[in-house]
């Protein structure tokens, strides 16, 4: 089972340049985000979305764009990379649960991502 | 803003001795996760825990969820070196989006042999 696939797993950029981070899930989970882990920071969400067609801005969305053509894919554009943005970020997915309890999370193996 | 205090930050301790890990909040939460992420990998779920005072044991894994859901505490007993690794809690809000999870900041946990 593939789950949540991410790639590239590392990357370097220059300051200004732009970048796509591809993220697919083969689940048919609704529910898809994007996360940045920083050291000492945890885990910060930069986008989401609940379903093809629909995204919403997290915690940390400037600098960022996502898009949800289809179930499958997230991708995340950096729009003109900063040195800001290096990180480590992870794309998630779970069904979309309107009750209490939630659902599991799952996550990709990440992106390392450095901006010189 | 929610946020999620986890502690301690860092634990470094000998196999066999028992530890807890505190997530505590002013806000409540309409349920609590907790995940294991090991270097170079990407978070996975341990357990959810959604009534107040709920209590879930994974082998030697305690997790309590605070009777007003504001708080959550993992419990390892006779910790083994394969419990190394970074505990992250997750609330999810009530209202909103209820797909969004609120990560504390972790606890790194290295247990020596």
């Known amino acids: 089972n593939a789950g949540v696939t991410q790639t590239p797993k590392f990357q370097v950029l220059k300051t200004g340049q732009s970048m796509t981070l591809q993220c697919a899930q083969d689940?048919?989970?609704?529910?898809m985000s994007w996360y940045r882990q920083d050291p000492g920071m945890g885990l910060r969400l930069i986008h989401y979305?609940?379903?093809?067609?629909?995204?919403d801005q997290g915690e940390v969305p400037n600098g960022y764009n996502v898009s949800r053509s289809t179930t499958e894919d997230f991708p995340l554009r950096l729009l003109s990379a900063a040195p800001s943005q290096t990180s480590v970020y992870f794309c998630?997915?779970?069904?979309?649960?309107?009750?209490?309890?939630?659902?599991?999370?799952?996550f990709g193996q990440g992106t390392r991502l450095t901006v010189v | 803003t929610q946020l999620l205090e986890q502690s301690p930050q860092f634990l470094s301790i000998q196999e066999g001795e028992n530890l807890t890990v505190y997530c505590n909040s002013s806000s409540v939460f309409s349920s609590l996760q907790w995940y294991r992420q090991e270097p170079g990998e990407g978070p996975v779920l341990l357990v959810t825990?959604?009534?107040?005072?709920e209590v879930k044991k994974l082998k030697r894994l305690t997790f309590q969820f605070g009777d007003a859901r504001k708080d959550s505490s993992l419990h390892i007993t006779a910790a083994q070196p394969g419990d190394t690794g970074l505990y992250l809690c997750?609330?999810?809000?009530?209202?909103?989006?209820?797909?969004?999870?609120?990560f504390g900041k972790g606890t790194k946990l290295s247990v020596k042999p």
């Open positions: 979305s609940v379903g093809a067609g629909i995204t």
């Open positions: 997750a609330g999810r809000n009530y209202g909103g989006s209820q797909g969004n999870l609120i």
């Open positions: 825990v959604v009534t107040g005072g």
């Open positions: 689940m048919n989970h609704e529910y």
């Open positions: 998630a997915s779970s069904y979309f649960s309107g009750g209490r309890g939630g659902t599991e999370a799952f």
